[in-house]
C-alpha cells in the first residue's frame, strides 16, 4: 500500500517541496526579526543618525519604541541562543 499511494501522491511532490521552503524563509526572517544582537545593533545605528541630524525626534522616539518592543518579545520568546549570551555576558565573559 505504501508504493500505491506514494504514486498517487507523487504529483503533489513539488507542492509540498514549495511548502517546506516557505514555511523554512517564513522561521529564519522571524528568527532574524526577533535576534537580540540585531535589535541591538539597530538601536545603536538609530542612536548615532539621530545624534548626526539624520533622523528627527517624532522618527527616533516611534523608531526606538518598535525596536524595544522587539526587544521585549524577543526576551519573552526565551530564544535559547540570545539566553546563553545573556548568561556569557552576566558571568563577565
Known amino acids: ?8 501522491t507523487l504529483p503533489l511532490a513539488p ?5 517546506w521552503v516557505a514555511q523554512q524563509v ?3 526572517a522571524e528568527r532574524q526579526l526577533y ?5 541591538r545593533r539597530d538601536l ?5 543618525d539621530h545624534e548626526a541630524g539624520l533622523i528627527e525626534d517624532e522618527d527616533y522616539v516611534q523608531r526606538s519604541d ?8 524577543s526576551r519573552k520568546r526565551g530564544d535559547p541562543d540570545d539566553a546563553a549570551m545573556l548568561s556569557s555576558e552576566e558571568q563577565g565573559g
Open 15 to 19: 507542492v509540498r517541496g514549495t511548502a
Open 1 to 8: 500500500m505504501g508504493l500505491f499511494t506514494t504514486l498517487i
Open 44 to 48: 545603536l545605528q538609530l542612536e548615532l
Open 66 to 73: 518598535e525596536l524595544l518592543e522587539r526587544l521585549a518579545q
Open 35 to 39: 535576534d537580540e544582537s540585531n535589535i
Open 26 to 28: 517564513a522561521e529564519e
